[in-house]
C-alpha cells in the first residue's frame, strides 16, 4: 500500500512539473521574461541591480515555500492516521532537523539582507561632481525641470502646462543627479524604466528627508513615460511628464538650442521646439509620445497665489 502512495505522490509531482513547464513555454515568455516576474526592462545600472535583488527574493521564496508545501503534503500523506490508530507515529527531539531549521534560515536571511543592504547603499549613494544636475519641482498637478551649471552658463527650465506634456531631456551614458521639490502636497518621481520612486517632499530640509538621488546613467536612447506615484489630488491621475534621452552629443545641441531665441516667438526655444529642431526623427518629436495631455487646470502657482486661494 505505501508503494502504490508513493508512485502516487511522484506522478503528481511530475504532473505539475510538467504542468508549470507547459505554461510557461506556452505564454511565448523568454527565461530573461520569466525572471523579470513582469518587472519592466530597467535602463540603468541601479535598475538592473534592483531587479535582480527582486529575482533573488522571488527565487528564494519559491523555493523555500516549495520545500515547505512538500513537506506538508509528505507529512499530510505518509503520516496521517491508520486504521484504528489513536494518533499516527510521532517523531521529536531529532537533532539534525531543530539544526537544519534553524541554521539554514539563518544564513537565508543574512544573505538577503547583506545583498539588499548593497543594492540600497549603491542606489541612494552621492557622488561630489556629477556629470548633468537636474532640479525637479513637483506641483498640483504638473512638473518643472531646471538645469542648473548646465554648460551653456544660461538658465534653462521646462514647465507642464494643463495643455503640454513637460519633457525631460536626459543625455544616455552620463551620470544624472536629481534633486526633488514640492510646491504644494507630497508627490512621487516615478520613471518605470527606471525601476525606482522617491516621494517628493514641500520643504525637503524642514521634513528631515533625502530628496536627492543619483543614476551612474541611462544605457540608451529612448522616451520612456513619468508618474507621479503618490495620490496628491483630484488630477494625480493626469499629472505625466516624458523622459527623453539622447545620446550626447544630441542633448550637447539641445541644451545650446534651448538658450537660442525662436524666430517666430522671440523668445528662447521650449524643450519641444529645440527637439524639433534637433530633426531626429520619432526621438526628438516635439511632443510626447508615450503619454498626452489632460485638460484641466494644472498651472505653477506663486506663492502669493497659494495663500490667497
Not at 2 to 30: E, H, P, Q, Y
Not at 79 to 102: A, C, M, N, T, W
Not at 267 to 277: D, I, Q
Amino acid at each position: 500500500m505505501g508503494d502504490v502512495r508513493r508512485t502516487r505522490f511522484g506522478r503528481a509531482i511530475k504532473v505539475a512539473v510538467l504542468a508549470a513547464v507547459v505554461a510557461v513555454s506556452a505564454s511565448g515568455c523568454s527565461v530573461d521574461e520569466v525572471l523579470r516576474f513582469g518587472w519592466p526592462v530597467g535602463v540603468t545600472p541601479q535598475a538592473l541591480e534592483m531587479r535582480q535583488l527582486w529575482t533573488i527574493l522571488a527565487v528564494s521564496s519559491l523555493v523555500v515555500g516549495v520545500i515547505v508545501w512538500g513537506m506538508t503534503i509528505w507529512a499530510i500523506i505518509f503520516h496521517r492516521r491508520k486504521g484504528d490508530e489513536e494518533l499516527p507515529r510521532q517523531f521529536q527531539y531529532s537533532l539534525p532537523v531543530e539544526i537544519v531549521s534553524v541554521v539554514l534560515p539563518t544564513i537565508i536571511v543574512a544573505g538577503i539582507f547583506s545583498y539588499t543592504v548593497v543594492v540600497q547603499n549603491d542606489v541612494d549613494k552621492h557622488i561630489p561632481n556629477p556629470d548633468v544636475k537636474v532640479n525637479v519641482t513637483a506641483f498640483q498637478w504638473n512638473w518643472k525641470f531646471d538645469y542648473p551649471d548646465n554648460p551653456t552658463g544660461r538658465p534653462i527650465s521646462t514647465l507642464g502646462t494643463s495643455e503640454t506634456i513637460p519633457l525631460l531631456v536626459l543625455p544616455t551614458d552620463r551620470s544624472i543627479e536629481f534633486t526633488l521639490d514640492s510646491q504644494d502636497v507630497i508627490h512621487s518621481f516615478f520613471v518605470p524604466e527606471f525601476l525606482f520612486k522617491r516621494d517628493v517632499f514641500p520643504d525637503p530640509e524642514k521634513n528631515d528627508t533625502d530628496n536627492v538621488f543619483l543614476i551612474d546613467k541611462i544605457d540608451r536612447e529612448g522616451a520612456f513615460v513619468g508618474r507621479c506615484a503618490e495620490l496628491c489630488g483630484s488630477y494625480h491621475s493626469a499629472m505625466n511628464f516624458e523622459v527623453r534621452a539622447l545620446s550626447p552629443d544630441l542633448y550637447n545641441r539641445y541644451l545650446q538650442l534651448r538658450t537660442q531665441s525662436n524666430a517666430i516667438t522671440g523668445v528662447p526655444n521650449t524643450a519641444g521646439e529645440a527637439l524639433a529642431a534637433l530633426n531626429c526623427g520619432e526621438l526628438c518629436a516635439p511632443q510626447a509620445i508615450t503619454t498626452y495631455p489632460f485638460h484641466t487646470e494644472r498651472t505653477l502657482r506663486s506663492a502669493s497665489e497659494r495663500s490667497n486661494s
